[in-house]
């Protein structure tokens, strides 16, 4: 049974809310489960980023987030219908002996989710989110200490949770998080139109013509439920390559993120988002990339690459090949989300930032857990700015 939270409202502030709106506090995994339908025909209403979406988030929790418990938000209008969702878990933590709840967004660790926000119907943006986001305040003792990671700095929710925890006895804290470099499309504009205009177009256009040449050259697209398995085999390979030289990838670890993947991919595909490209020359696969489309938008999620095909800029050439797949089939937008390798720039111009969110009230343990936390990452920067440049290297490639 869904637990109401409608009279932990406060009535004054919100008497006009709950006259058009139920609540709930969803905190049982048959209900998340039962949820897919309507989640993903409120996520088509809206216009909330695909690591928001149930299939994304699920399989999130089934595979990494066991651990925690459920605490899902959803609000709905007097005919039953969905309206917002705020998807949320809490996490128990034991730090020096001190049992920590912190409530933090689904899908926040292990895979990268950008851009995660609370999803809302399209003109219900504001009062959905106030209202969630009043529900919380008049909820905090159940909770030591929300962490909202990774939401778009521009996000709605970033200034809402200002306005609501900014006064009496709670501390809101901004911490900076990640650029994600982008581009957005010109209208019209053919793909060779676009890709002339990187700095990129002159190496990829001579380095794809050799590779065109040789026997069995092609390129892979899969976006068929039913054929995932095997090219995701494929990348998974590639990507562990690529990275090995390296310490190891630190965006595909362990077998629990790996079985994510492979629920996740199945979903996307369902839906008709996933699009895994292969780079084939003979029966060999040399390149891959893992994209996903949604909302006009193709996101660029992970790649690899055998790199005793480096010299040949196998990655290269199959990155300017999804560019040109995303312009051909329409799409507005070519996102590589989080991070800012020199290679991006080289394609891209524009760039997003996000940013985590911390809200804990003065004197608490959350306030204790923010300060133990300052006081660790002083240590750490400290005692790398003792050690040698090499030394340091070691160590970050010993923790991947």
Known sequence: MLDVIDNRIDAEELTHHVSRFTFHVSRFIHHFAAMRAEWLELMESSDAGVFNSWEWLYPWYTRIGTGRELHILTARDGEGILLGV????????????????????????????DYLDVVAR????????????????????EW??????????????????????????????????????????VPGETSDGFLRRTRRYDNYVRRRKWLQKQPGYRIEVTNNPGE??????????????RWAEDGGSQGITGPEVEAFHRDATQLLAERGQ??????????????????IVHGGTFIYYQSGRDPEWQSKSVGLVLVGETFK???????????????????????????????????????????WLTRSERASRTTRRLFKEALPGKVVELLKRSRK
């Open 86 to 113: 705020m998807p949320l878990c809490m996490e128990r933590r034991r730090v020096m002996g001190q049992t920590l709840r912190r409530l933090a967004f689904l899908g926040e660790t292990e895979v990268g989710s």
């Open 144 to 185: 030591d200490v929300l962490d909202l990671l990774d939401m778009d700095a521009g996000s709605r929710t970033v200034r809402d949770l200002q306005e609501v925890f900014g006064s009496g006895a709670f501390v809101v804290e901004i911490n900076e998080g990640s650029i994600c470099p982008y581009e957005t499309f």
């Open 228 to 241: 995932v398995a095997a090219p995701l085999s494929e990348f998974m390979r590639l990507h562990a390559l």
């Open 122 to 141: 399209r003109g219900y943006e504001e009062d959905v989110t106030r209202i969630f986001l009043q529900s919380l305040r008049a909820s905090a003792d």
């Open 325 to 367: 797949d995303a312009i051909d089939m329409g799409l507005r937008e070519y996102d590589f989300l989080r991070g800012v390798e020199t290679y991006k720039s080289d394609w891209v111009t524009r760039e997003r930032r996000t940013v985590g969110v911390r809200v804990y009230k003065q004197g608490s343990k959350g306030a």
């Open 274 to 291: 996933l699009r895994l490209y292969t780079m084939m020359v003979g029966d060999k696969a040399v390149a891959s990339v893992y994209g």
